[in-house]
């Protein structure tokens, strides 16, 4: 199993990439057809030999290595084909429009950019077949993993729905009561299935199948529960001959909050000087449509549940909450206007937070800010909710990238709290780079169904259960 596994990493590794490789290829063309005579004719001391032009290949790949990674195109067979491919989409341009100026001023003038944009698009196209290939390849050597699903006493649909949705990499064999007990399940087990996944189960017995699955080599997948979010973020000590793991009571450390504040103050500048076009032609339209106000304050909770007044673009009706009762937007909601319905799902409503981030009450990665009423609720059900609030609530953030707007308090907290106690400046920068990509992606802003409102109000109460 352990070669098979090992194998398996090979060949998507080489697949990924030769995909890499094809890419520069592209690039490798244009600089040596078309910019580099531009940039030799017009600077005259700029003359490459052999080794120079490998150089400038390798930048490039190296840069491609790295947004690629960072964007998940690396990752055939784990993410879906066009999640894949928008990966590898954002990668590439990117990549191109930094060369771009990179060649620019190695030219000190402007160079023409169509070539880099025919350049993008042969990418693009190569990109999708590439992804194609390797996934039908991937599919083909490598079949789903059949899975035992050991789950507790709530309910197990909507797990069991999101394994069924990535039917080519995994299939449930056979779901088991943990009530059925760990004899019964460790018999099951022994019987060689891929992986085995442990489900909102009790501590003491998710611990007994851990370490039986461990000791005989078998994949685990599992739903973490707070204290295991918390203990991942913690420092690992060596003050005697035992392991010790240290969680500590702040959150950030003093150098962490001077540099994450200089992030945010120097991003937030430069996004209000570049988007500040975008702003106006939205309050423009905006006030054309209704006449009504173009900005909407609203009363939200950061660090410290301190509240602050948020500032968006009004997408919804002046009289979406004339009745005072704070709720979530929900799926094809009639509050919401034309032209809100359409910065919603391109962010641009969420622009005027640059001044929120400017004037200290937001950082621009952190946990989204909360209304007060709403906090409540869920407080009253989920105590641990307040946890979100050690940090600076953020303008995007690791429950917006890995999540989505109709995901649950609960696994939003989880989301959150890996950030927390994960923290670092690198983690910050990758989320911004993330960000951008899900940017497109509709199941990011759409709202929440009636059925995802009972579960998420009955989120807490099922958390007080696995408490007890």
């Known amino acids: 199993m352990r070669r098979f596994e090992s194998l398996k990493r090979v060949i998507v590794l080489w697949l990924s990439y030769i995909g890499l490789f094809l890419q520069t290829a592209v690039y490798a063309y244009i600089w040596l057809e078309y910019y580099y005579p531009a ?39 784990y993410l879906k084909p066009m999640d894949l491919f928008f990966s590898q989409v954002f990668a590439i341009l990117l990549v191109n429009i930094l060369t771009y100026f990179q060649l620019s001023l190695m030219n000190n003038w402007w160079l023409d950019p169509k070539y880099f944009m025919v350049a993008t698009l042969v990418q693009f196209a190569i990109a999708i077949v590439w992804d194609n290939i390797c996934n039908l390849f991937y599919r083909k050597v490598f079949p789903p993993r059949e899975m035992l699903f050991i789950h507790g006493e709530h309910s197990v649909e909507d797990i069991l729905r999101k394994f069924a949705s990535r039917k080519d990499k995994y299939k449930i064999v056979k779901c088991m009561d943990i009530k059925e007990g760990s004899e019964k399940i460790k018999e099951e087990i022994d019987k060689r299935y891929g992986a085995v996944v442990l489900w909102d189960i009790p501590a003491q017995d998710r611990n007994t199948l851990l370490k039986y699955c461990y000791s005989r080599s078998i994949r685990v997948y599992m739903m973490p529960k707070i204290p295991d979010v918390l203990i991942k973020g913690s420092d690992q000590l060596h003050l005697f001959d035992t392991p010790i793991m240290l969680t500590r009571e702040y959150a950030l450390t003093v150098e962490q909050r001077i540099a994450k504040r200089l992030i945010d103050i120097v991003c937030a500048l430069v996004l209000t000087v570049i988007t500040s076009p975008i702003m106006l032609i939205t309050a423009i339209c905006i006030k054309c449509y209704d006449k009504g106000p173009v900005l909407y304050k609203q009363v939200r909770c950061t660090i410290g549940g301190r509240e602050f007044q948020i500032m968006k673009f009004r997408s919804m009706r002046v009289d979406a909450e004339k009745d005072g009762v704070a709720r979530l937007a929900s799926k094809n909601d009639s509050r919401i206007t034309p032209v809100g319905r359409f910065i919603r799902a391109v962010r641009i409503d969420e622009l005027p937070q640059l001044f929120n981030i400017l004037k200290g009450d937001m950082s621009f990665i952190g946990p989204r800010p909360e209304r007060p009423e709403i906090i409540r609720q869920y407080v009253e059900e989920m105590p641990e909710f307040v946890f979100r609030m050690r940090v600076k609530a953020g303008l995007a953030g690791y429950a917006q990238v890995y999540g989505k707007y109709n995901t649950t308090p609960y696994d939003k907290l989880k989301l959150d709290l890996s950030y927390i106690e994960n923290y670092s400046v690198w983690l910050d920068i990758k989320l911004m780079l993330l960000t951008l990509k899900i940017l497109i992606k509709a199941e990011s802003t759409e709202g929440v169904d009636e059925t995802q409102t009972t579960a998420m109000k009955a989120e807490g109460k099922m958390e007080e259960g696995k408490r007890k």
């Not at 030799?40 to 490459?48: G, M, N, Q």
């Not at 120079?52 to 960072?70: Q, R, W």
Request: proline share 0%; charged share 15%.
């Open 39 to 77: 940039i030799s004719k017009f600077t005259a001391r700029l003359k490459y030999t052999r080794n120079g032009h490998i150089g400038m290949f390798a930048i490039y790949f190296a840069l491609l290595f790295f947004f690629t990674s960072t964007y998940g195109g690396l990752k055939i067979g």
